[in-house]
């Protein structure tokens, strides 16, 4: 990412040092830094600075910045999920820029295009562009980036299993970041070489890569990447049958989860805290740890489901409202069609004969009813469609409402099968049963 906001801005910050900026330009470089900073935060914002910036750019025909504007669009159809409209910008950067030859520049569309491969899990296509990009940077000796190429080579070789590939390409990666002291680049690699060294099963190489990180991501305080480093810490352990210190890591993985509110994260973090916690055979902490789990997960699912219900209701009214909309138009272009009739039929009062005259009335006519009987199959289709919506719609609120009936069903049947086991357990005197009843109860107590 770092590659592509240097590529967009690059061009302006070289005019203005040269001096040779004009004031157009500079509000052309305005819009499209402008454009970058809002292409994470608002979208809307943000390609509104866009369409500006082109629009002026084409206007003075300078396509150095119009192939910034380019890569700005890029970018927001890549967030979007739409790869083919980011490709389809990204190529026509790559055009400008083969046209003026300049190999920074053509190098750095290789790379952006080869990210977006990596993205749609084209991870062979990747692999070939980024490399077309690599080959370019080495050869002008662009030492700021090559760090990145080597990194996301490696990344697309790790993905295709190639997994010696990938190791010689972070390294490669590593050795120049070190040479510039560019401690983020250095942080960035060492989280690939730890995830690489992972599926390698090399665990205790995994867990040192990843901890020679933790003090500078501490220092930063990157909540996001420690939690991750943390977890991947604890999964290393956990591979190795080092379950305390699993249990450590994992445990301040939960405690920035907590205070960030990273919901999702939190919940799975917490099932494998009790799955540890079950192995050490800490079954009461085990069971605590489950059922904060299984609460937090419930929430947030029935939130995913309360967002979908509503998105489910909103498409509905939005149709109505468009049936309405659609209902309202029809009638208003009917009687536009019957004002221009009549007016017609009125100029042709003093130009045609009589026989003319009755022959267009009938015509009108024949025209007017054919209008009025489509317009009315149409609104009973239409109709017809708004039922079948509402019913849809009261289908899925009796399915929700029967979920919820009989998921407390089940739950009162199994509390009131666990009240029977305490009753069996108190009048019990057979140690052995006693035992087994106290085993089921506590899988009883894990599934409630």
């Not at 967030?79 to 003026?100: N, R, T, V």
């Not at 690939?192 to 867990?207: D, F, G, P, Q, W």
Request: overall charge positive; proline content about 1%; some cysteine.
């Amino acid at each position: 990412m770092r590659s592509i906001l240097f590529f967009v801005t690059c061009i302006g910050i070289c005019y203005v040092v040269q001096g040779q900026i004009t004031p157009d330009i500079k509000e052309i470089v305005s819009q499209i830094d402008s454009g970058n900073h809002y292409v994470y935060l608002d979208k809307r914002k943000a390609k509104e600075f866009y369409i500006n910036a082109q629009q002026a750019a084409q206007k003075i025909q300078n396509d150095t910045l119009l192939a910034n504007t380019y890569v700005g669009f890029a970018i927001m159809d890549r967030l979007e999920g739409d790869y083919i409209g980011a490709l389809s910008y990204h190529q026509k950067a790559l055009d400008i820029h083969l046209k003026q030859g300049d190999p920074r520049y053509i190098a750095t569309d290789y790379h952006n295009i080869g990210a977006l491969f990596r993205y749609s899990k084209d991870y062979e296509e990747a692999k070939r562009y980024l490399r077309k990009g690599l080959q370019l940077r080495e050869g002008i000796r662009d030492s700021s980036e090559l760090p990145i190429s080597y990194m996301q080579i490696g990344v697309a070789c790790r993905k295709l299993a190639q997994l010696d590939s990938a190791a010689y390409y972070y390294d490669r990666a590593y050795e120049i970041a070190k040479a510039r002291a560019d401690l983020e680049m250095l942080v960035k690699v060492n989280g690939n070489r730890a995830t690489l060294e992972y599926v390698r099963k090399n665990y205790e190489k995994s867990i040192g890569f990843n901890l020679l990180d933790i003090p500078y991501l501490e220092a930063h305080e990157d909540s996001y990447s420690l939690t991750t480093r943390y977890n991947n810490i604890a999964r290393a352990y956990r591979r190795l049958d080092n379950y305390p210190l699993a249990i450590e890591y994992i445990s301040k993985a939960i405690e920035i989860d907590t205070k960030e509110h990273y919901q999702e994260d939190l919940y799975k973090d917490l099932l494998f805290r009790s799955t540890l916690l079950r192995k050490q055979k800490n079954f009461e902490a085990a069971l605590k740890d489950y059922r904060k789990y299984k609460k937090l997960r419930d929430t947030v699912l029935n939130l995913e489901q309360v967002e979908k219900f509503t998105a489910q209701k909103v498409a509905f009214e939005y149709e109505q409202q468009q049936l309405a909309d659609s209902l309202k138009f029809a009638a208003e272009q009917e009687k536009l069609t019957l004002t221009a009739e009549s007016e017609r039929s009125q100029k042709n009062l003093y130009l045609l004969t009589t026989i003319f005259f009755f022959l267009a009335a009938g015509t009108i006519w024949s025209l007017f009813r054919n209008q009025r009987k489509f317009t009315k199959l149409e609104f009973e289709k239409q109709q017809l469609e708004a039922d079948l919506l509402q019913e849809k719609l009261q289908n899925t609120e009796k399915e929700a409402s029967r979920i919820v009936a009989e998921n407390q069903y089940r739950l009162e049947q199994k509390k009131n099968l666990l009240h029977t086991l305490d009753e069996l357990r108190k009048v019990s005197k057979d140690q052995r049963i006693i035992k087994e009843l106290n085993a089921l109860a506590l899988r009883m107590n894990l599934q409630l």
